[in-house]
């Protein structure tokens, strides 16, 4: 079993900068990549980012490329979501997520443990 814990959400004026974080426990050496997602209200949870444990290659959404980097400590077995840039259209439940095998990156179905979300709101 593996649990992801996150952190480091919270509300923040657009244009400001968060960091996520989101450390593992239990059977860690089990995962093979570590992934966020978001859900706003009345909308499908939706991919943002993910990132191999082995390799450290990423992927992230359209939406927010060049404005989120991904990373990982895999001393700490912590991913973390920096957000820089933010807009209104950032609000949502962030969620952490971790996949035994390689995913099809923005799928949801694809990984096996979530945590249990974080709230990020973006004030205009």
């Known amino acids: 079993q593996v649990q992801l814990v996150e952190s480091g959400g919270g509300l923040v004026q657009a244009g400001g900068s968060l960091r996520l974080s989101c450390a593992a426990s239990g059977r860690t050496w089990s995962i093979y990549a570590m992934g966020w997602f978001r859900q706003a209200p009345g909308k499908e949870r939706e991919f943002v980012a993910v990132i191999s444990w082995s390799s450290g290659r990423t992927s992230y959404a359209d939406s927010v490329k060049g404005r989120f980097t991904i990373s990982r400590d895999s001393a700490k077995n912590t991913v973390y979501l920096q957000m820089n840039s933010l807009k209104p259209e950032d609000t949502a439940i962030y969620y952490c997520?971790?996949?035994?095998?390689?995913?099809?990156?923005?799928?949801?179905?694809?990984?096996?443990?979530w945590g249990q979300g974080t709230q990020v709101t973006v004030s205009s």
């Open positions: 997520a971790a996949a035994r095998d390689r995913p099809t990156y923005s799928t949801p179905q694809d990984y096996n443990y």
